[in-house]
């Protein structure tokens, strides 16, 4: 099992930009891939975008592609959620989750980093 703390959060402008961190412990991440999803209220959990192991590979939903951008450092057993162009719909808790590159389901969830971005 790998430990996940998300940090960066917080009110932003629309049009303005944030970046969010997510810390792992417990494991290196070099054999899990990465994801970041985000929960508003009354609505379903999302996924916005995930990385592979090496960062070679990455999906974005179409509601942040072009906007969002992910990235891992394995060394600092980090994930990163660039987000630039932020709008008033991009208000949610965003949630680092990681799965072991053999599995299909995300198993590790950090507990979440609020992002509200006023119109």
């Known amino acids: 099992q790998v430990q996940l703390v998300e940090s960066g959060g917080g009110l932003v402008q629309a049009g303005g930009s944030l970046r969010l961190s997510c810390a792992a412990s417990?494991?290196?991440?070099?054999?899990?891939?990465m994801a970041w999803f985000r929960q508003a209220p009354g609505k379903e959990r999302e996924l916005l975008t995930a990385?592979?192991?090496?960062?070679?590979?990455?999906l974005y939903a179409d509601s942040v592609k072009g906007r969002f951008t992910i990235s891992r450092d394995n060394a600092k057993n980090a994930v990163y959620l660039q987000m630039n162009n932020l709008k008033p719909e991009d208000t949610a808790v965003y949630y680092c989750?990681?799965?072991?590159?053999?599995?299909?389901?995300?198993?590790?969830w950090g507990r979440g980093t609020q992002v509200t971005v006023a119109s």
């Open positions: 989750a990681a799965r072991l590159s053999t599995t299909a389901t995300y198993d590790n």
């Open positions: 417990g494991h290196t991440i070099r054999t899990y891939a």
């Open positions: 990385i592979n192991w090496s960062g070679s590979g990455t």
